[in-house]
Each structure stands twice: as structure tokens, then as C-alpha cells.
């Protein structure tokens, strides 16, 4: 079975500086997708970004990056330079390639930007 | 473009009336389809999937069911709600590519 952890319930970070959320990831399978999303107070889940398990390269979007270790099986995000937008719940989730797509979530990270 | 529709916003109801949540898909042919429920300050927990008209698999043993009649239309429904069934309902569709995309939620709660 697979499993996502997230072991930071809540971050305080301050405006401009780097932040990382740590995802940790469990599966048996080769063929598998990363994903971060982003859900602030109003609910809806804005996707991030995404890596899949045979990228060599870690993806990046913007101000967001992936730090990919897949021997570690972790999948941390990075948001550089935050924002007082960047407040919201952060949520690592995994996809394992069948033909049903379901994605896991983890339990998720509360980031909260400070001026 | 495809776009999903999810309805309504915010419901309350009382414990033991019936639940109906609609979730219709526009730009896109034989998705597949999830609903996933959120507890306040929790992950998303993932209840059905259907990859096509007729075909659920449930997730987890519950109070709840879903039905697919058509093709972009995904309905989760329960019978006799509980206090439990309270939370945050999210639908999701999945693209050809990597990507998925989330409705705006239903927020149920239960009383």
C-alpha cells in the first residue's frame, strides 16, 4: 500500500525568506507521480507542481521546486522568496500509474507567512 | 477548455435525512472521476473512483455511495446522514496528462 507523511503540521515563515515542506513517500511500485497542491482558506486545491518517479531532472514552477531524492523516497517543496499569499495548507500527494489514477494524500503542512 | 462544476457550496443537515452532491465534468470525454472528503485540518481522504458510466470502487466502508449515469456526471449520495459524514467534499476529474483538477468543494455539516 502506499502512504504519504508530512510531519510538519504548522510553519511559520517570514515574508522573502525560503521555505521547505517535507514529504516522505512509501510505495513498491517503479511508475509513480508526485504532486504538491496548495489549499488556501477558501478550500479549493491549486496544483502546484509535479514530478514524475523516472525525471531525472527536479521540477520546478516559478517560485516553487521540487527537491526529489528518490532513494530517500522524498519529495520536499521548496518556495523561495514567500509571500503574504503563500499562506495556505500545503498537501503532498502521490499518483501510482494504473489505469485507476487515484492520488493519496498526505495529511498536509499549514504555512502561515508573517510581514 | 474543460472545466468541473461542483454543487452545492455549503449544506447543513440534520442527521438521518438523505445527502445528494453533484459533480458534472464540460470539456473532456470518459474521465475518471473521485470524490474525496476533508476533515477540518486534515488531508483528503479519498472515498470513490469511477473510470467510466456504471463503474464505482468505494475506497472505505461507509455511509455513503456514488453513482455515474452519464459519462461527465459524478453524484455521491447517502441515505441517513451521521454527525461523521460532516466535512469538506472535493470532486476530481483526471486529465490525459499528469495533471487533475479539483472542483470547488462542498461543505457539509451535519447536525
Known amino acids: 500500500a502506499q502512504k504519504i507523511t508530512q510531519t510538519q503540521p504548522g510553519m511559520f515563515v517570514q515574508e522573502k525568506e525560503a521555505v521547505t515542506l517535507d514529504c516522505t513517500y512509501d510505495t513498491s511500485d517503479q511508475s509513480y507521480g508526485l504532486f504538491w497542491y496548495k489549499q488556501p482558506s477558501s478550500g479549493e486545491m491549486i496544483f502546484l507542481i509535479y514530478q514524475g518517479s523516472y525525471d531525472e531532472q527536479n521540477a520546478t514552477e516559478g517560485r516553487y521546486s521540487l527537491n526529489f531524492q528518490k532513494a530517500r523516497k522524498s519529495a520536499n517543496l521548496v518556495i523561495s522568496a514567500s509571500q503574504l499569499g503563500d499562506s495556505a495548507m500545503y498537501f503532498c500527494a502521490m499518483r501510482v500509474t494504473d489505469s485507476w489514477g487515484k492520488l493519496q494524500f498526505g495529511a498536509g503542512t499549514q504555512v502561515v507567512v508573517t510581514p | 477548455s474543460q472545466t468541473i462544476h461542483q454543487w452545492p457550496a455549503t449544506l447543513v443537515q440534520p442527521v438521518g435525512s438523505p445527502l445528494s452532491l453533484e459533480c458534472t465534468v464540460e470539456g473532456t470525454s470518459n474521465p475518471n472521476l473521485y470524490w474525496y472528503r476533508q476533515a477540518a485540518g486534515r488531508g483528503l481522504q479519498l472515498l470513490f473512483y469511477?473510470?467510466?458510466?456504471?463503474?464505482i470502487s468505494s475506497e472505505v466502508p461507509q455511509n455513503l455511495s456514488a453513482s455515474r449515469p452519464q459519462d461527465r456526471q459524478f453524484i455521491l449520495s447517502s441515505k441517513k446522514l451521521l454527525l461523521s459524514d460532516s466535512g469538506f467534499y472535493l470532486c476530481?476529474?483526471?486529465?490525459?496528462?499528469?495533471?487533475?483538477?479539483f472542483g470547488s468543494g462542498t461543505r457539509l455539516t451535519v447536525v
Open positions: 469511477s473510470i467510466g458510466i456504471g463503474q
Open positions: 476530481a476529474w483526471k486529465g490525459d496528462d499528469y495533471g487533475y483538477t
